[in-house]
């Protein structure tokens, strides 16, 4: 969380100044166990680290996904959470809203949960593949509708 949180407040630093709120998300958490940079920071050293973040929704104080440490947390669960996430997402009243998260995390919800219609013709004209892996800091428009 600590580096989705680190590349939000660097991307959106105008947004932020300007009193955009920004909230954490346990969701959206990188796939999780066995590899010690994907722990999770606790709930209180993040709120001190970012202060400027709304931690209310990361209900649990230690990382909830990491488990016994030793094993991966499987594809699956990190899609369930992605769905999860999603209906959420569709319950709050923002229309507008960034999700700063991980690779791996936004690979599952763009391949396991979303159902991709169509795409806009200027994503197309880049070749903007929904599908396709995130690289680092990329940005993505994606119209979000309930099925």
């Not at 300007?18 to 990188?30: F, I």
């Not at 709304?54 to 699956?76: A, F, K």
Request: with cysteine; charged share 25%; glycine share 6%.
């Amino acid at each position: 969380m600590r580096r989705a949180t680190q590349t939000a407040i660097i991307g959106f630093a105008d947004a932020i100044s300007a009193g955009v709120p920004v909230l954490a998300q346990e969701l959206c958490h990188e796939i999780a166990g066995k590899h010690t940079c994907d722990l999770r920071l606790s709930k209180q050293k993040l709120a001190v680290e970012f202060p400027a973040v709304n931690y209310g929704e990361v209900l649990d104080e230690e990382d909830p996904y990491w488990g016994d440490g030793l094993t991966r947390e499987s594809q699956e669960a990190v899609s369930q959470r992605g769905s999860n996430f999603v209906r959420w997402l569709l319950e709050r009243p923002e229309t507008k809203v960034v999700v700063a998260t991980h690779s791996n995390w936004l690979a599952s919800l763009f391949n396991a949960v979303l159902e991709i219609h169509e795409q806009a013709s200027d994503q197309a004209e880049v070749g903007c593949d929904l599908t396709a892996w995130f690289d680092t800091g990329e940005m993505r428009t994606v119209l979000l509708a309930p099925l």
